[in-house]
């Protein structure tokens, strides 16, 4: 199934080695998670079900503020974009961290950060730390003329899993989750990978790529859209880690199951 957009996608792989190429030159490391750090898991076994996105998501080796952003991060990933042929600019700053925007002319790309709030990372310092020294290096792009900048890090697939948990209970306790998401989801906190690893995939992801395209359509930031976009980050997350819990099954993917009991420990999953 081809869908904009997938790690396979060249501007994908561009965005990431910018990340990449920040990560050399710089004192502040972007890990990615979330739905692309799925996909770098799953690309090698799974290709043909890896869920189309335009973003990345990134979380820092420390804390950063506005100077780090603008001083240096941005400004490396501007430059290697720009060199690429990409026209680049900045999105929105929220209270959770940075955009920028890569534009290919044809459709735009989204490299997020996650600028850790000093507090939040002090709080949670022994989760985050772990997080950031177990993540796992991937090759970007298998291309022979690619010469550099061309590795990233990712959390494993753990604490991918984990930190979609977290999200899923947000949005389960604002109540948008249905009564199959909710069944899956206590699936999930039984630990039945198997169970989540016999759905039929291709049927779920010609869904959400249907759900997305109607999603679209919609005003922004109006209630429907708000209720629609809720039920369609549940179903996206459980998407992905029945995906991952089927690399786990078929043995394609590392997974520590004491490691993952810590990690659900960290997060109080089962209070």
């Not at 996105?53 to 804390?63: G, I, L």
């Not at 930031?221 to 980050?233: M, R, S």
Request: hydrophobic fraction near 35%.
């Amino acid at each position: 199934m081809s869908e904009k957009y997938t790690v396979n996608d060249k501007l994908v792989q561009d965005s990431l080695r910018a990340i990449s190429f920040s990560n050399s030159i710089s004192n502040i490391e972007l890990i990615l998670v979330g739905g692309m750090a799925s996909q770098l898991h799953l690309r090698k076994d799974y290709g043909d079900f890896l869920r189309p996105t335009h973003d990345v998501d990134t979380v820092p080796s420390r804390p950063i503020v506005s100077h780090d952003f603008k001083g240096s991060l941005r400004e490396h990933m501007f430059a290697f974009l720009q060199n690429e042929g990409y026209k680049t600019t900045n999105g929105k700053k929220t209270r959770y961290g940075f955009e920028l925007i890569i534009n290919d002319q044809n459709d735009i790309f989204f490299i997020h950060l996650n600028k850790y709030p000093k507090s939040i990372y002090e709080k949670n310092k022994k989760t985050k730390d772990r997080e950031a020294e177990n993540a796992v290096e991937f090759e970007i792009s298998s291309a022979e003329n690619i010469k550099y900048s061309n590795r990233v890090r990712a959390f494993r697939v753990e604490d991918i899993i984990t930190n979609k948990i977290i999200r899923l209970k947000k949005l389960e306790s604002h109540r948008v989750m249905g009564p199959s998401e909710r069944e899956n989801f206590n699936i999930l906190k039984m630990e039945r990978f198997d169970n989540l690893a016999n759905i039929n995939f291709n049927d779920y992801l010609v869904k959400l790529i249907e759900e997305r395209a109607e999603m679209q359509k919609i005003a922004y930031d109006t209630e429907k859209f708000n209720n629609k976009i809720g039920t369609y980050k549940i179903r996206k997350d459980l998407y992905d880690i029945s995906l991952l819990a089927k690399g786990v099954v078929d043995k394609k993917l590392t997974f520590d199951q004491q490691y993952y009991k810590n990690a659900l420990s960290d997060i109080k999953f089962f209070n």
